[in-house]
């Protein structure tokens, strides 16, 4: 089954170029587009698609009130990639704060984009590790930090669950963090699954958010 994907930008030449770039591969069908967050819902329940890829910054819903809006309306959402000009934006934490998985540079190559749209769907790892360290370093507020301690401390991970959500944050997939503790795959995916469960929140970006805001991970 390929990849489907839903494209949300404001600017028709940015649509354009991600589904020239997208629909060049196999394995990948854009299904749909939209210029605006407030067209998203409607569609992913119409189309289903696996990702969206979304502008953070668009006039009437952003990408931030657009990703809160599907993650709370819709059962099984998508995974969803931000698109974005700049990679240190408080619009780009804020919208992963709110659910959103990971996120794309406009500029990036078009090997770049394909790879984190498969990545992204995949669900297995954290796109731009050291960025999302920068930003939860500068816009991560007390709040969100008290927010985050008292998760975790909830959580009661074990001693090796502690080990993976410390390799995840520095952005290793889970053949990466196998070999590091020279255990099977598939055990890193069993350690993965409860340190997401744990914590209640829906993939890695979150689990990895949580840890640096928390100060279990820092952020520096």
Do not use: C, W
């Not at 931000?82 to 190559?109: H, I, P, S, W």
């Not at 959500?165 to 055990?187: F, S, Y």
């Not at 829906?202 to 958010?209: E, F, H, K, M, P």
Request: cysteine-free; charged content about 25%.
């Amino acid at each position: 089954m390929p990849v489907t994907v839903l494209l949300v930008d404001d600017e028709p030449l940015v649509r354009a170029g991600l589904r020239a770039v997208l629909e060049a591969q196999p394995g990948i069908e854009v299904v749909g587009e939209a210029a605006d967050g407030a067209a998203v819902i409607p569609l992913v329940r119409q189309l289903r698609p696996d990702v969206v890829a979304m502008d953070v910054r668009m006039p009437l819903l952003d990408g931030i009130e657009a990703t809160r809006a599907l993650l709370r309306s819709v059962e099984a959402p998508p995974k969803i990639l931000v698109v974005t000009t700049f990679e240190n934006d408080e619009y780009v934490y804020g919208a992963l704060r709110a659910g959103a998985d990971g996120f794309l540079l406009k500029r990036a190559r078009p090997a770049e984009i394909v790879h984190a749209v498969r990545l992204v769907a995949e669900g297995e790892s954290l796109l731009f590790p050291a960025s999302v360290r920068r930003l939860a370093a500068e816009y991560g507020d007390d709040g969100g930090n008290r927010a985050a301690r008292a998760v975790l401390e909830r959580a009661r991970l074990t001693e090796r669950e502690e080990e993976v959500l410390r390799l995840m944050a520095r952005g290793l997939t889970n053949a990466e963090i196998a070999a590091r503790l020279v255990v099977g795959t598939e055990t890193v995916k069993t350690h993965v699954s409860g340190v997401l469960t744990k914590l209640g929140v829906r993939d890695r970006t979150q689990a990895v958010i949580t840890a640096y805001e928390s100060g279990f991970v820092a952020p520096g």
